[in-house]
């Protein structure tokens, strides 16, 4: 059972580059997550989408878009990167309301701008 | 002021010793409560869920909520080398459980 799964793992970008990371969960959750994670500030919910079709902004959407393809899959778009999106970006996943607090992460992607 | 405050340590403990860690907040309105750990250049696990005031016990590990001090804690007893890790605690507030807020985390090392 892979759970959540991010690609890259890691990734160089200059900046005003363009990239998408992408997740994808095999557990048949509705609710799909990135946060970014940096030092001293713990976890940040960039966007959410509680189903296919919806997405809805977090407390650090801004510089990011996403697309929630299908009930598996959530990418999240950088369109033109900034030093500023330096981070480690995690997907999450979770099961039905009442525990969607219940989160499931995937590995993370290290993205660095230069 | 952030709305979840946790010590980020680090903090280093001799193999078998009880590890405490807590959390405070300042939204009144969390419900929800949980404890996630994050081995090095790893994603964050779950590993307590607890819903409003009280403890909880999983093996080697209890949760205590105190609503009415906004203050969580986690205790790690019998501490092992593999409980080296960030712990991070989370809450939500009801009707919008989705809305995790993290705490920085506490870096904890069992030194064997």
């Known amino acids: ?114 | 002021q952030k709305e979840v405050e946790q010590d980020p340590g680090p903090l280093s403990v001799p193999e078998g010793a009880i590890v405490s860690l807590n959390c405070t907040y300042s939204n009144s309105a969390f419900q929800y409560f949980m404890w996630y750990r994050q081995y090095s250049r790893k994603g964050p696990e779950l590993l307590m869920y607890t819903y409003s005031s009280g403890n909880k016990e999983d093996g080697r590990f209890t949760a205590q909520v105190d609503k009415s001090s906004k203050y969580i804690s986690l205790f790690i007893r019998d501490s092992q080398p593999s409980d080296s890790a960030t712990y991070l605690c989370a809450m939500t507030p009801p009707g919008h459980d989705y809305k995790l807020s993290f705490g920085a985390g506490t870096t904890v090392t069992v030194r064997a």
Request: hydrophobic share 30%; with cysteine; proline share 4%.
């Open chain 1, 1 to 114: 059972n892979a759970g959540v799964t991010q690609t890259p793992k890691f990734q160089v970008l200059k900046t005003g580059q363009s990239m998408t990371l992408q997740c994808a969960q095999d557990m048949n959750h509705n609710s799909m997550y990135w946060y970014r994670q940096d030092p001293g500030m713990g976890l940040r919910l960039i966007y959410y989408s509680a189903s296919e079709g919806t997405t809805d902004k977090g407390e650090v959407p801004n510089g990011y878009n996403v697309s929630r393809l299908n009930k598996r899959e959530f990418s999240l778009r950088l369109e033109s990167a900034a030093p500023s999106q330096t981070s480690v970006y995690f997907c999450a996943s979770s099961p039905l309301e009442r525990e969607r607090s219940k989160a499931f992460f995937g590995q993370g992607t290290r993205l660095t701008v230069v």
